[in-house]
């Protein structure tokens, strides 16, 4: 899959964590091309992270967020949040690769981070995010965990640091498309269910401009991993979109 905004390439794994997570080792920034100024995309003491360039569009339907609760309403330079990975059970095993993306179209800004599973992550994100004026509410954050044979995506918390979970938070998904559709519409449900078993088709949204998010509330649980499905039809157009991936439901609390 895709995801807009984005260049193909792989992900830095980076030196993260605080709490219970370890530290994982620096590569480098070298995957996408750093925009001029002091807030380019670079290395930052745990993540890289800043604005770049882009010559680059998709027209797919994309995951840009995966989150337990919201994002926080603002961040300032001098109050760090803090990125935290749920612990992962069965056979999941690895580093969680974090990664947040401007929502606005045509805002070629990327963090890209590591932390262990179970840890947290320090995210300094008012030293770009002031400087750029581009508020944390207009990001999209998710994780990801680079299983065999498809990736596995993880839902982050992010929140002010030391801030305790709240029981019930919902898992929400996001997604986008860079056409203008007439609708969009979702399912999930336990990742190798049997068609029989497929739930149906919920409608999510209608009459979306390009790249307008939908976000979508997953199913609460216990810890499963999840196939989640999302199609949507562009508007003047009979090719539909189809989204699928899967997503580790964390357990209930």
């Not at 840009?64 to 990975?85: D, M, N, Q, W, Y």
């Not at 860079?178 to 497929?198: E, F, K």
């Not at 009459?207 to 509330?217: F, M, S």
Request: net charge positive.
């Amino acid at each position: 899959m895709r995801f807009g905004l984005l260049v193909s390439a792989a992900a830095c794994s980076l030196l993260a964590a605080l709490g219970s997570g370890s530290a994982q080792p620096p590569e480098n920034c070298d995957a996408l091309v750093p925009a001029q100024g002091q807030i380019e995309y670079r290395w930052r003491q745990n993540r890289c992270e800043g604005f770049y360039r882009s010559n680059v569009s998709s027209g797919d339907l994309e995951l840009v967020s995966l989150l337990v609760g919201r994002l926080p309403a603002e961040t300032t330079p001098k109050s760090p949040l803090e990125i935290a990975a749920p612990a992962l059970q069965g056979s999941l095993t690895g580093p969680v690769k974090v990664r947040a993306v401007a929502i606005p179209p045509r805002t070629y800004y990327r963090m890209d981070a590591t932390v262990t599973p179970g840890g947290r992550l320090s995210w300094p994100a008012g030293e770009v995010l002031g400087p750029a004026q581009l508020s944390i509410d207009r990001l999209g954050v998710f994780g990801w965990i680079d299983a065999s044979p498809e990736r596995v995506f993880v839902p982050l918390r992010v929140g002010p640091g030391g801030q305790p979970a709240r029981p019930g938070e919902p898992i929400e998904l996001r997604v986008r498309s860079a056409s203008a559709t007439d609708w969009v519409r979702w399912r999930a449900h336990i990742d190798g269910a049997p068609p029989q078993d497929l739930p149906e088709w919920q409608e999510a949204a209608r009459g979306l401009d390009a790249w307008k998010p939908v976000t979508i509330p997953l199913p609460a649980g216990g810890a499963a991993i999840l196939r989640v499905d999302v199609r949507a039809k562009p508007q003047n157009s009979d090719q539909m979109q189809l989204l699928s991936v899967r997503v580790a439901r964390p357990g209930l609390p």
